[in-house]
């Protein structure tokens, strides 16, 4: 076969190259030009994750040259059991067969190995042992069990030009986030830059460093924490054969699987729809993988097929459903309003702990869980003071830096509720390190919703789980309350302040 390869390839001073099953089948004969051949796409090859494509490419080269870094390149990213060149001497005859494979252990930057070059003769390892060792050493790095091996496995890859240490936080944020989409995160990789590559993110060798990791430990995903647009996220897509996603849609993909109400399901769809739009291209294959996100609860699959301006229709009708529920929500409201019941208000970053600490206040039962965005549909319950004073208190969706424009806009009118309220009350997590900044977001946020005049209270939760309560109570104790929302005795301060507060603006607002 190599003399006939490297015959005809001289006769058509072309490349040659044959994709070769592990069976020994051929599965393409390719020609190519003089200095190089194009791969087809390897339908076969995609979504095997940490495994090896099954197929071995061995071509020609005419003008002398080794294994290039081109196909090198191809190797890594098909994911080919093997390249070989076969180099092709002046004569028409076989010279030497030159072979490379990858390295699934490397550590040193070395992706791949080359084997001592032969005459296509004298070939005497066992092509099927060798994948065998590869492959095994792959699987033996794998981590992820088989209860994992059904979920969604994904790298982590921040690209920022962010402070080293806001970077990091950001990243564990995402990891935070994908753990909430039920996303097993295999490895984190984050790259600091001034200046970003605006095609791929991130270098060409850097991409590769990521893909050989994926092999290593099986992943399936690539999870970006900075927004992608559609070009970026096609090509990172065909350079790596993985699936890619940002942050966004994460998001997005946590909103759709929590979102449990007619109005908190017409928004999350909203939200996706809008975030699509701009993405459509005339690339189907590109579309679908786009807008599948965390396993398949990305809008259906045959809304994928639709075009623009049905989209725009069903934008329209959503828009109007969204109107109805909500003049219902008006008018339930109304009804609140005419007994004349005060409103408190719990805000604050995801995972703070409102759900928490509003089930603790009422003996409810609401969800309340360590994942972000546990809550979506607001929620509302009575609440009796010591004084007897009765109040509602509501609990919303938490925030979240970054919060995705389509999704502030869709649930706008979920957040416009809180214009109601008569107090509110920001939760804080005192045991997330970054809660500065959340408070900052946070605050930021309820200034951009024009609730400025609405009195604040801060609450700083989960105090039982500082280091130092007693110290970080003096320090913080100044800016507002300090609680634990799982040990109801340390509410009764909060209590009064609230009641006081209430008071107060009850009077100025009848004054
Ligand atoms: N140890 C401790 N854990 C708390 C406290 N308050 C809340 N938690 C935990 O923090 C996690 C998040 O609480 P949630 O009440 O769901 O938070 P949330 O603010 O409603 O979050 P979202 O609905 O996601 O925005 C849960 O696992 C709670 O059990 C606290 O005071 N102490
Ligand atoms: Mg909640």
């Given at each position: ?181 039920d996303v097993v995160v295999l490895d984190t990789v984050l790259q600091r830059k001034n200046h970003v590559n605006p095609r791929l993110i991130l270098g060409k060798g850097k991409l590769a460093d990521i893909m050989i990791r994926a092999l290593q430990v099986d992943a399936n995903l ?280 209430i008071g107060k603006a009850l009077e100025t607002g009848l004054g």
């Amino acid at each position: 076969m190599a003399r006939t390869l490297c015959q005809i390839s001289s006769e058509l001073n072309r490349q040659l190259g044959l994709l070769v099953q592990r069976s020994g089948k051929v599965e393409a004969v390719i020609v190519g030009t003089h200095t190089q051949v194009m791969i087809p796409h390897l339908e076969s090859s995609r979504a095997s994750g940490g495994r090896l494509s099954g197929l071995r490419l061995i071509h020609t080269h005419l003008a002398g040259e080794d294994i290039s870094d081109e196909d090198l390149m191809d190797l890594l990213f098909l994911r080919l059991d093997f390249i070989s060149v076969l180099k092709v001497a002046e004569d028409g005859l076989p010279e030497r067969l030159y072979t490379a494979h990858l390295l699934p252990g490397a550590t040193d930057g070395n992706n791949w190995s080359f084997l001592n070059p032969v005459h296509p003769a004298n070939q005497t390892e066992s092509v099927e042992e060798l994948i065998a060792a590869i492959e095994g050493e792959l699987g033996s790095r794998h981590q992820t069990s088989l209860v994992d091996k059904k979920k969604d496995r994904a790298i982590l890859v921040s690209v920022s030009t962010e402070k080293k240490l806001a970077a990091e936080e950001s990243l564990r944020e995402l990891e935070e986030l994908a753990r909430s989409a039920d996303v097993v995160v295999l490895d984190t990789v984050l790259q600091r830059k001034n200046h970003v590559n605006p095609r791929l993110i991130l270098g060409k060798g850097k991409l590769a460093d990521i893909m050989i990791r994926a092999l290593q430990v099986d992943a399936n995903l690539l999870i970006f924490n900075e927004e992608l647009n559609p070009s970026q996220i096609r090509s990172i897509t065909d350079f790596t054969d993985l699936r890619v996603i940002d942050r966004t849609q994460l998001i997005l993909d946590i909103f759709a699987s929590r979102a449990l109400s007619r109005e908190g399901k017409l928004q999350v769809e909203m939200a996706q729809l809008k975030y699509m739009l701009p993405r459509l291209s005339s690339r189907d294959d590109a579309l679908s993988r786009l807008t599948g996100g965390i396993g398949a609860r990305g809008p259906g699959e045959t809304k994928l097929e639709i075009d623009r301006r049905r989209i725009n229709d069903r934008l329209a009708r959503l828009g109007k459903e969204l109107k109805k529920v909500s003049e219902e929500r008006y008018r339930r409201r109304a009804k609140r309003r005419k007994k004349e019941l005060p409103v408190l208000s719990l805000v604050g970053y995801t995972n703070a702990g409102k759900s928490t600490l509003l089930n603790t206040l009422t003996n409810s039962d609401i969800i309340a869980e360590n994942k972000l965005f546990a809550t979506l549909d607001p929620t509302s319950r009575r609440l009796r003071f010591p004084t007897d004073m009765e109040v509602i208190i509501t609990d919303t969706v938490g925030f979240i830096r970054h919060l995705p424009e389509e999704l502030v806009q869709a649930f706008m009118a979920t957040l416009e509720e809180l214009e109601e309220a008569d107090l509110l009350v920001h939760v804080i997590d005192l045991s997330n390190p970054a809660f500065r900044q959340q408070m900052a977001v946070v605050d930021k946020i309820l200034a951009e919703l024009s609730l400025g005049d609405i009195p604040i209270l801060k609450l700083f939760n989960k105090i039982d789980l500082v280091e130092d309560p007693q110290m970080v109570r003096e320090i913080i104790g100044q800016e507002g309350l300090v609680v634990s929302a799982v040990k109801p005795e340390s509410l009764t301060d909060f209590l009064a302040e609230a009641e006081k507060l209430i008071g107060k603006a009850l009077e100025t607002g009848l004054g």
